[in-house]
């Protein structure tokens, strides 16, 4: 599993949007990169995935780039609910097929908003 | 509206006691996680199973904590006897992975808050 790098903290104010960046500069061709959030006192949930290019929910955009070296989660005008902690990870997709398929979490990014 | 649910949410024992948590995945799940989440260590892998058989469990100390799935709607993590460092939020998550049809996000539990004093 390819290992993620992504800052500790981030601070910002409501409105703003706010771009988490991850390095994965060992991404495995058939990898995917995934984001969760999670809110305190709370387990971790699903907010993105994506392979290459952009994808865009109702909740956030993921920005990667041709190398797929790195990857940037893009929340818009982030609200004071928005503070949690988001999880940048590498592995199996929606399409992977692997016995020892399995979800390994990093440090995280703790995101803190302000009013 | 499907969900992983876990019991206890709250534990306090004493050191020396046996703990056992419940998680119930999501029907039709195939895979189960167990993750410990603390301050200093982060959320970390303890075990995962695939069809109720245990895949990986290098991740818990094998004298003291055992992890089991009885049947398909049951998965128990088991600490005997627990000790003031087992103190940690443990979540249960479940997904359908590792399959022709692809993998699914992992779905987390609430948690079981462990306190061992």
Known sequence: LAKTTQPISMD???GQEV???CSHNNIATNDYITWY???PSQGPRFI???YKTKVTN???SLFIPADRKSSTLSLPRVSLSDTAVYYCLVGDGPFGYSSASKIIFGSGTRLSIRP | DARVTQTPRHKVTEMGQEVTMRC???LGHNTVFWYRQTMMQGLELLAYFRNRAPLDDSGMPKDRFSAEMP?????????QPSEPRDSAVYFCASGLLGTPKGNTEAFF???TRLTVV
């Not at chain 2, 049947?71 to 600490?79: G, Q």
């Open chain 1, 12 to 14: 910002s104010y409501e």
């Open chain 1, 19 to 21: 771009n988490i960046t």
């Open chain 1, 37 to 39: 959030q999670q809110f």
């Open chain 1, 48 to 50: 993105i995935q994506g």
């Open chain 1, 58 to 60: 109702e909740v956030a």
């Open chain 2, 24 to 26: 119930q995945p999501i």
């Open chain 2, 71 to 79: 049947d398909a709607t049951l998965a128990t993590l088991k600490i």
């Open chain 2, 109 to 111: 539990g609430q948690g």
